[in-house]
């Protein structure tokens, strides 16, 4: 089984495949002080729960945004899963080109959301990443990686708004009934969220006008399905598109093998 890990600035994602379907995920705050064996502890207990004890596991992948807790994420493949993780990086074998002037500088997870994307839908395409930063990343036809935009997420803000002005109240994210707000709440939730669906209606059609021909969009992350209620510029919801090209990306590249000095694992009665 592949155990595939992705670390956002938010949250991190766990999930095990078996080689045919998921067998499950869980959502973990990110913590760049969270030591391999606190992340072990916590999800032995889980994958328990779902029937699979770590001997199954004998492949790892890890996509990162946060070269901190890089470290303790290998540590717990190699002491808990004596599997040498695959980490996503723009010098791996994608099966695309990166058109950009410095590849290195992609963060991982939007080259992997271009992987799956180009792989389940086709080309060309936009994904629309919503996480702590709203990105927008465009594939063509060949499935090559063109760029794209990055934005500041919803959450942040939310949060910029509320520590700006001393008298707007920090708020929930939500579909305003009405654009026109009537009092301080509603109008700040109007803003956010009919301001959010302006920026992605606006810089798809950027996006299309510049590259010349249509785009499918495709959403992803945890508010993409709210933000779709807003508009019809979304050809398809996925929300497990990054862990997805993990998978994808791990099926196109060999494991790296473990350290020759590290003991190997031994499962007890």
Known sequence: MLLVIDAGNTNIVFAVHDGTEWRGSWRLATSAQRTSDEYGVWLEALLARAG????????????????????HLRRLCRDWFDAEPLVARASLDWGFDIKVDNPEEVGADRLLNALAAHNHYGGPLVVVDFGTATTFDVVDGSGAYLGGVISPGINLSIEALHLAAARLPRISIGRPQAVIGRSTVPAMRSGIYWGYVGLIEGLLARIEGEYGAPLKAIATGGLAPLFAEGTHKFTAIDSDLTLDGLRLLSLRNPSPPLPRDRPRFIETD
Do not use: D, E, H, K
């Open 52 to 71: 699979i004890t770590p001997r199954q596991i004998n492949r790892a992948v890890i996509g990162t945004v946060v070269p901190a807790a890089l470290y």
